[in-house]
């Protein structure tokens, strides 16, 4: 309702709200940082991990909480490492690419890892 706040980026709603330090879309439920993103370039994106330190391509991960398979009935337990990641621009959230020991290749989201 205030015409200084920037319009929700998931659904383009222009009656977003400040919540703390976050912007809210009341229609969508999306929230985000009200913080400018400061990069170098203006494509690029700068991906971090569930507890904020920036990500790159190689790093070495390990998972903060279990993950259930999608169409099996394997999990991915908390604190297996995943090593030689890939940034991507994925499907939803998903923007990690990489190769879990005993699951195989799979996306992963940056919010469910942390950098070791």
Do not use: F
């Amino acid at each position: 309702m205030n015409d200084t706040l920037p319009p929700c980026p998931e659904c383009s709603s222009e009656y977003t709200y400040e919540m703390g330090a976050l912007l809210v879309c009341p229609e969508c439920g999306h929230e985000w940082s009200s913080a400018p993103v400061e990069s170098d370039e203006p494509g690029e994106r700068v991906i971090k991990d569930a507890v904020g330190n920036v990500l790159a391509d190689g790093d070495t991960v390990t998972v903060v909480k279990d993950l259930k398979i999608k169409g099996s009935s394997s999990v991915i337990k908390v604190g297996i490492k995943v090593r030689g990641i890939r940034l991507l621009d994925g499907v939803g959230d998903h923007d990690i690419d990489c190769k879990v020991d005993g699951v195989g290749p799979m996306q992963l989201k940056s919010s469910v890892v942390k950098k070791v």
